[in-house]
């Protein structure tokens, strides 16, 4: 292969991938030497410099990663930000509403009702800071209390959990 078609075969793999990818791995997939995969990342750095694009590579957690410039990440924080508060799954609706009505409630009681483990997605909700922990259960192990924050609350446009409709309402 010729050193030009290596290169973009190393930027490819780098650019598809989400982790770190070690000098071995690379090499075990496009079957030249170290010491040629190292010079094609240095010649890709020094082409990226010169172009003034707005990520390198960077050899990190011992392999090697596409990442951006960090005169950047203001504004991949507002991505960041506008990704979390993006649209709830079904099942993260279905847990909230379980909370919503039901808090202080225990993570067990909620998988009691879905039927399924539910701790990613009350985590992701408290990430979205619509839940928090509201305390500890007196029941053997002191399990830990779920409930929504102000911030659930304002999102539904609502003054107090009291004037979330009623279940009978919904049907």
Known sequence: MEPSETKKVIESLLFATDTPLTLNKIKDIVEVVSAEIKTQIEE??????????AFFIQEVAG??????????????????RQREEGKLSNAALEVLSIIGYKQPVMRAEIEAIRGVDSSGIIRALMEKGLVRITGRSEQLGHPILYGTTPYFLELLGLNS????PKPTELK
């Open 44 to 53: 890709l750095n020094q082409e990226y410099q010169s172009q003034g694009r």
């Open 63 to 80: 392999g090697f990663q596409i990442r951006t410039r960090p005169e950047y990440h203001q504004w991949l924080m507002k991505l960041k």
């Open 161 to 164: 959990l009291q004037e979330l």
